[in-house]
């Protein structure tokens, strides 16, 4: 079976940003990796002592098939980096109930850019921005086609 994750890139709160993800959704991290863990290669220039707790990769199971993976960048590794562009993480849910608990959880200081509400294609469905700048958007398909 294929499985979309959506790996998430940070800039130095990675460890912050999944601990609230963590927090909505339960489970736990099945690997915690920092950068001080990774070997030194050569023609690599040496890493900044301030990455070196930074999280190298993380990931947070969803369900039996999806997890949302991430990492910390920095310095030459992003030297575009830009909080939030050009992606949104979709989840749809199994109820209306499951669809306001995590909108309602995962919204906490962030931006609602559309409430959750029936739309004419006939999902619930909600649009927001969270407290880290990461785009989402919930779906319940209330009135299956």
């Known amino acids: 079976m294929t499985t979309v994750n959506v790996y998430l890139t940070f ?76 992606f949104s993480i979709s989840i749809n849910t199994d109820s209306q109930a499951e669809a306001d608990r995590l909108f309602n959880g995962l919204s906490v200081g962030g931006k609602v850019t559309m409430p959750l509400a029936e739309t004419f294609w006939g999902d619930y469905f909600g649009m927001f921005t969270d407290k880290f700048g990461i785009n989402w958007m919930l779906s319940f398909k209330a009135r299956p086609q």
């Not at 927090?23 to 002592?49: D, H, I, W």
């Not at 990769?57 to 030297?79: K, N, R, Y």
């Open 11 to 86: 800039n130095g709160n990675c460890e912050e940003a999944f601990n609230f993800y963590k927090s909505v959704f339960g489970g736990e991290f099945p690997y915690v990796g920092r950068f001080k863990e990774m070997p030194p290669q050569e023609g690599m220039p040496a890493l900044p002592p301030e990455m070196e707790e930074q999280i190298m990769h993380i990931s947070l199971p969803i369900s039996q098939e999806t997890s949302i993976m991430g990492s910390d960048t920095g310095g030459e590794w992003a030297p575009y980096f830009k909080q939030g562009n050009n």
